[in-house]
């Protein structure tokens, strides 16, 4: 039982640290939109990685991993739209 609780504890946290990770673009992504263009390929390299895993845990079976769904999907929009206003 203990191990059970320490996975799931670890999974918590790292869904909300990938969260955060692609939060952060917020700043990159202010500062593109004020002529202070900054690099455009790691964004669009985490919106694509983003978009494995979502797609990974979209079609896993027996049952969808939602936590890999929900930690990623922010960094597909914020990996697109810094992608975007870097251009």
Not at 31 to 36: A, K, Q, S, V, Y
Not at 46 to 56: D, E, F, K, R
């Amino acid at each position: 039982m203990q191990n059970n609780k320490f996975f799931t504890i670890l999974g918590i946290v790292a869904s909300c640290t990938a969260t955060a990770m692609y939060v952060s673009y917020i700043p990159q992504i202010n500062n593109n939109l004020h002529g202070r263009k900054g690099d455009w390929l790691q964004p669009l390299v985490a919106m694509i990685n983003c978009s494995l895993w979502v797609t990974y845990g979209f079609m896993k079976k027996p049952k969808r991993d939602w936590p890999v769904m929900i930690a990623n999907f922010p960094g597909i929009i914020f990996g697109l739209i810094t992608f975007i206003t870097a251009m």
